[in-house]
């Protein structure tokens, strides 16, 4: 099992550029998590997607936007990107249920740097 | 809301000794709770959680954590501190009836002495 993966590994984009990260869940896993860790910070929630659709989110701009494809891997896009979108990118698959007691596994991440 | 608050962003101790690494929550619902470890250039693992069953959580590799509801604290410890224990360790709350989201404390950085 590869468990969960990510790409690219890094990226180094320009202000206003667009990007688009990727992720594969686990096997097994349907529900997808994304998460922002800025440099010294713990991750931030940004939104979660279950049967291709987005589920919740968190308090991003609608820069950030994602997708979920039937096999369960997801995107995550930034539009318009600022200085302060440099982070590191993780995302995380779940089984759906359990009220959100089934565990998340995190995949290393996708750093995002921006000039 | 919900929020985690993660007490000492660095704490050193030597190989061997005990290791306490503090969190105090806020929830306005019974939460569960969650340590998570991040070693460099990695994503995060689970160390172990708790959901309301008993208030004393064993995790991997001989961590624990105890839930006290009076103090809204979930400290993880460990008994003695291996070199391979240095890391990033983040607190994590969910709500449980927000289906998964996870929010997490700033983190502590434990660094191991010979």
């Known amino acids: 099992d590869a468990g969960v993966t990510q790409s690219p590994t890094h990226l180094i984009k320009t202000r206003g550029q667009q990007v688009t990260l990727r992720c594969s869940p686990k096997s097994g896993h349907d529900t997808v998590s994304w998460y922002q860790q800025a440099l010294g910070q713990g991750p931030q929630f940004i939104f979660q997607?279950?049967?291709?659709?987005?589920?919740q989110r968190g308090n991003f701009p609608d820069r950030f936007s994602g997708h979920q494809f039937p096999n369960y891997s997801s995107e995550l896009n930034v539009n318009a990107l600022l200085l302060g979108d440099s982070a590191l990118y993780l995302c995380?698959?779940?089984?759906?249920?359990?009220?959100?007691?089934?565990?998340?596994?995190f995949g290393p991440g996708t750093r995002l740097t921006v000039l | 809301a919900q929020s985690v608050t993660q007490l000492g962003s660095h704490v050193s101790v030597s190989e061997g000794a005990l290791v306490l690494l503090r969190c105090n929550y806020s929830s306005s619902v019974p939460p569960y709770l969650f340590w998570y470890v991040q070693y460099p250039n990695q994503g995060l693992q689970l160390l172990l959680k708790?959901?309301?069953?008993?208030?004393l959580v064993k995790g991997i590799n001989g961590f624990e954590a105890e839930f006290k509801k009076s103090e809204t604290s979930f400290h993880l410890t460990k008994p003695s501190a291996h070199m391979s224990d240095a890391a990033e360790y983040f607190c994590?709350?969910?709500?449980?009836?927000?289906?998964?989201?996870?929010?997490f404390g700033q983190g502590t950085e434990l660094s191991v002495k010979p």
């Open positions: 708790y959901t309301s069953a008993a208030t």
């Open positions: 994590a709350v969910s709500d449980p009836n927000q289906g998964g989201k996870l929010i």
């Open positions: 997607y279950y049967e291709e659709e987005e589920r």
């Open positions: 995380a698959s779940s089984l759906n249920g359990a009220g959100g007691l089934n565990e998340q596994f």
